[in-house]
């Protein structure tokens, strides 16, 4: 998992398949990453996610807790539509950001 | 319904089985020709109910979760989803949009994401016992 920081802006890069087993690793990471680096802007970058079941949602919530903490806003890149639908089922959408959406063709 | 075919799985409940569980619903499903959306949703269903029963169906024990798998004629496929743990002592609040009883890294979703990618969700649970959760799918196809 790739981790950046720019202009107070971290973005974590998730890659692969996110369920239940895989999100323990992502939460780690981005939470050391969070805590360390105390930025403005937390971006959780979904375009390299092929999977997601609702343990994404949980990976999301559990960082705009975290980052509310901390002071740091929240905003979600490159979820696919269907993706977004889940997350926005757990009300999420009106606690951060979306850009832009990523569009699958397979 | 005439069975067209069948597929009975059974792993422990260990978290890395979770994308094993889906994969193999979702090679099952291909003999039905499935479009992607399908399969997404059908993949999507299956790691939710299988995260279940290894999160909360075994969160105080080991065992086996068991994935019956049936395609029937007409296009319906059902995925049994079970596991002899826990229970679930009250399946309405259980199913509840963003209820959990496992804590902050859990979004509550489970049930609302099997029921909005699948045709019908059935639960039958008995505390002490397990849980059974029957995922049905109608496959149209591509056709």
Redesign the interface.
């Known amino acids: 998992m790739r981790i950046t920081k720019e202009d107070g802006v971290l973005t974590v890069y998730l890659t692969g398949?996110i369920?239940?087993?895989?999100?323990k690793a992502a939460?780690e990471q981005a939470d050391a990453a969070l805590t360390q680096e105390k930025p403005r802007l937390l971006r959780l970058d979904f375009s390299g996610v092929t999977?997601m079941?609702?343990?994404g949602?949980?990976?999301i919530?559990?960082r705009y807790?975290k980052a509310a903490a901390l002071g740091a806003a929240v905003t979600v890149r490159g979820l696919t539509r269907?993706d977004e639908?889940?997350v926005k089922?757990?009300?999420l959408g009106r606690l951060i950001r979306f850009e832009e959406r990523k569009e699958i063709t397979? | 319904m005439n069975k067209l075919n069948s597929c009975k799985l059974q792993f422990p409940a260990r978290?890395?089985n979770?994308?094993f569980a889906?994969a193999a619903a979702a090679a099952f499903a291909a003999l039905a020709d499935p479009t992607?959306?399908e399969l997404?949703d059908l993949?999507?269903a299956v790691?939710?109910a299988v995260?279940n029963a290894?999160?909360h169906g075994y969160r105080e024990t080991n065992g086996a979760v068991t994935l019956d798998m049936t395609l029937y004629e007409g296009g319906l496929l059902r995925v049994k989803v079970r596991d002899k743990g826990v229970g679930i002592e009250d399946v309405e609040k259980a199913r509840e949009?963003?209820f959990t009883t496992a804590g902050?890294?859990?979004?509550?979703?489970?049930f609302?994401?099997m029921e909005?990618f699948c045709d019908r969700v059935t639960v039958r649970s008995v505390p002490g016992r397990g849980t059974a959760v029957t995922l049905d799918k109608y496959i149209k196809g591509k056709a």
């Open positions: 398949e369920d239940h087993h895989t999100a939460r999977f079941d609702s343990s949602v949980g990976l919530m559990g807790r269907r639908r889940i089922m757990a009300g397979v | 978290s890395v979770e994308g889906r992607v959306e997404s993949r999507t790691s939710e995260t290894i999160v949009p963003l902050g890294e859990r979004s509550g979703l489970g609302t994401v909005s």
